[in-house]
């Protein structure tokens, strides 16, 4: 992610007066508390309103109507006889629509009648869709007439992303006077990269009253009548429906998604509403970008394109939709860095961060149009790949993708370990972008025991583990492809890897793994969830990892819901800290993965009961991108995080991830095989039906049951695939 502004008050860190980066005066920025808020999305736009479905008019929480970063309406008010109605229901569950029931309050007519409390009842509906549509139904459910005036107040102030979050800009555009005819309102702006852009409210009936900032109708109601007032708000693309049709067509694009994935079916009804919900999260986040689809990372501050994310994504959902991955990587190739650019942090071979169209960014004020920060990305890439083809064995991708193969792994050799000692690291004196470039990418996020920050090069604990894994899930791919010697040479780098890890990363004294070694190769010896995520490589001696499963299952690191990023033994702790002791959904899920390969099924266990728990607690069963790391009490549900993204697509693919890890799925599609490890249902899942699971080009069907402690399998295939039930988790480990 980008850009961060969710520092905390620390103790007081070391030379302050000379790194006064550490001194940040915000925990998140400029933008308030929006967890309560209600988001839809739908492509390039997104909307974030309050609880009501309003964006007050100078709101500070971010609130409003986006398109491609700007945000075009920044005030969206509905007011009824002057006043906000009573709020009867509201929800943004589908993803791409709103509904509210509204009602009146309590009033007197002149002569003398009382109107009593919400028998004057507004429904409302909008569907986001290349702009919104908004229809209100207003029903007089009095035994008389009845007059009122609904009204609405509009601004458009076209503020970037990073504006909205508190980016002080350097150049300004121009914003010119709203133009107003009889039934509409159209606000313009002119953007410093020499763009305008466009919000058009059009109106089906002409409001009695309109201006730049209002329009207002006055309406009589007889007894049991409804009115309707209808509108769209159209942004800059052209509308391609007719008015009324997105939602149709909308409700058929979901059902196909849904069907695009294998079926997940348990005993447990919440757990399938649970990953439901995660597999409709993952629609609101799919875009086409020129006909290349993708996920976006999350709403709202991270609606675009994330290397690292949509890898991770791509990752977790592999097993149940495998085009994800292949959409995934086809994209990123395709954006791959050609050249050095020391303000976007490209470098030939090395793959994207982050991609963005805001106004700032497409200037160069900020560097993230196409930005690639990011240590992980490429081995991220390069296992995502190596991954996609034992899924699905499908050459004809992997030969087409073999040149940024090629040169991913050529800039891990070179501009990626820049000082030769065979350890991926990164700079923390980037020009303008982010100062760490792993997955805790906040200024905050990688420190020593003391509080004092970790200065660069920084080489990350699990960013090693990425880089093992790419090497030993790649040289089956090149054998398969006829390059013994590839192979070879990728297993090789993978062992002394694994040697010199051991040896520089291993604490003998505390018996666990350092966070990271800094520029003079000293470790970070915190406990830090990044230990967790080193066991998903296998990179780790198998006789040391029972260590690290102990320290990650400790008060101070697990807190009931989940691993937190860091222990809350650690100076630099704090529980709303974005790295410093939040816990991630999608952090626990990879974790849980490694600890599955090490043969820790009890533990995997614990963590799926967690996160499903803490699921259970939030609106629509919607895990955010994180939560608090507070412990969990009898009584308390997790602590929700100000201004966290939802929906945030690796947190959308975490239930997945742990679904693998429970049933200890591990391909061969090359060879027609797949692999069940020893799989272990939890307590509260007694059956789980898998049906339609890609492997090559067959289908495999898997029913798992839970009788007296014990999970059994059947299996039903559709084709020449050898499900083999094992006992280890074959070739990660076998170096």
Known sequence: MTGRYHSLRRRAPLNSEERKWEQLPDVFGRVEDISDTLITREQGQFLLTDATGDIPRANKRGLGLYSHDTRHLSSFEFLLDGAPPLMLLSTADSGFTQEQVLGN????????????????????????????????????????????????????????????????????????????TERSICYRYWGADGVWRRTLIAFDQPPDEIDATRAVYELSLGPRETKDIHFRILLDEPEESEPGSALRRLHGEYSKWHAGFARIRTDNEVFNEV?????????VLWTNLNGLP????????????????????AL??????????????????????QTIDAFRCEEPGKILHEMREDELSVIGELPYERYYGSADSTP???????????????????????????????WLHTHGDPDGDGFLEYATDALGGLRNQGWKDSIEGVMHSDGSLCEGPISLVEVQGYVYAAYLRLA???????DEAKAGELRRSAATLRRRFNRAFWLPDLKRLAMALDGKKRPSEV????????????????????????????NDMFSGWGIRTLSSDAISYYPLGYHVGTVWPHDNGII?????????????????????????????????????????SEYQPPVPYPVACRPQAWTAGAQLHLLQAMLGLYPDAANKRLYVIRPRLPYWLKSVHIGGLQVGTEKVDLRFYLQRGRTSVAVETSGDVNVVLASSWRRFLEH
């Open 380 to 410: 991220l890439f390069l296992l995502l790949a190596a991954e996609y083809f034992h899924w699905t064995a499908d050459r004809d991708l992997i030969e087409i993708l073999m040149p940024a193969i090629s040169a991913g792994l050529r």
């Open 275 to 283: 990953v439901s919900r995660s597999i409709s999260d993952l629609r």
């Open 527 to 554: 406990m830090s969830s990044n230990a967790g995520q080193a066991l998903w490589s296998g990179i780790l001696r198998p006789d040391r990892a029972p260590f690290v499963r102990d320290a990650l299952f400790q």
């Open 592 to 632: 849980a993965l490694g600890l599955k390969r090490y043969g820790f099924d009890n533990e995997v266990n614990e963590i799926a009961t967690a996160l499903f728990d803490a699921a259970r607690e939030f609106p629509s069963y919607r895990l955010p991108e994180l939560f608090g790391g507070q412990p969990r």
């Open 294 to 313: 993708y996920i976006a990372a999350g709403t709202p501050w991270y609606a675009t394109l994330f290397g690292r994310d949509s890898i991770i994504t």
């Open 105 to 180: 309050y309590r009033s007197v007519q002149e002569e003398g009648r009382v109107i009593g409390r919400c028998t004057i009842e507004i429904t409302r509906q909008r569907v986001l869709n290349r702009g919104l549509e908004e229809s209100l139904q207003i029903t007089n459910y009095n035994t008389f007439p009845v007059s009122i005036r609904p009204s609405y107040f509009f601004d458009a102030d076209f503020a970037d992303i990073f504006e909205v979050r508190g980016h002080q800009r350097k150049q300004a555009g121009n914003l010119s006077p709203a133009e107003v």
């Open 316 to 337: 977790q959902t592999l097993p149940f939709s495998p085009e994800i991955a292949r959409d995934t990587l086809v994209l990123l190739a395709k954006s791959q860095g």
């Open 476 to 482: 089956p791919l090149f054998e398969a492809l006829g």
